[in-house]
């Protein structure tokens, strides 16, 4: 089968408005020059769309007109390294997504560990931070939790009220795995958030954790969060002022 025949055939069966780069085709070294005459191709014919440099997706055309692909699938390619989840996207983009904040970013935070990312995609400019965990598709959502408890005072717009209520029921929600990880991946970021994990695994009953959160924390800090300190009736157990 040629190579230009082999390539339709593959970006045929890819779901409209899903990214895709060179890897997901699938095709030899030697075949990479021929692969791009065809994206470049069916790009000119209106087929497919560049989101950014190697990365491209089939529109979808709606009676509205085009559909442009959702934020986390335009930045896929930055999130995943060989099908593995490498980075999550975080600050007021995810705290937008949590309910958290109304606010819409200029740029877009995305977390990793160990690999700098940086982007502009459609419009979107795309920066890098540094996780305090080693990512995957195991953790990202717990280490998304933490970063709001984190941030939870800067959150730009956000009601405290209903802000704590979303965190508490999405920690609720866990299961007894996922807290013993949260608890294990909370000791790595700042004493505040940690803090703050407390108070809240306090007031949800957790209490086999406290001790070892209790016991990371210097007993002489204290950790200004704002309203927290009043909607929070575990707040001073945990020197949250």
Known sequence: MRVSEKIKKKIKKIPMGTTFTYNDLLIEMSEYTAAAKVLERLISEGILKRSSNGVFYKPEITVFGELRPPEEEL???YLFENGQRIAYITGTSL???MWLTTQIPKVIKIACKNKRITASIKGIEVKSVKSYVDVNNDNYYLLEVLDALKDFKTIPDIDEKAGLAILKNRIKSFSEKEISNLVKYVLLYPPRTRAFLG???????????????RSSLNPFSSYNFGMVS???STAANWSIR
């Open 75 to 77: 930045l896929k390619p």
């Open 95 to 97: 705290y937008n997504k």
């Open 199 to 213: 108070a809240i695994l306090e007031l949800l009953g957790e209490i086999k954790y406290l001790e070892k959160l």
């Open 230 to 232: 009043r909607l929070l």
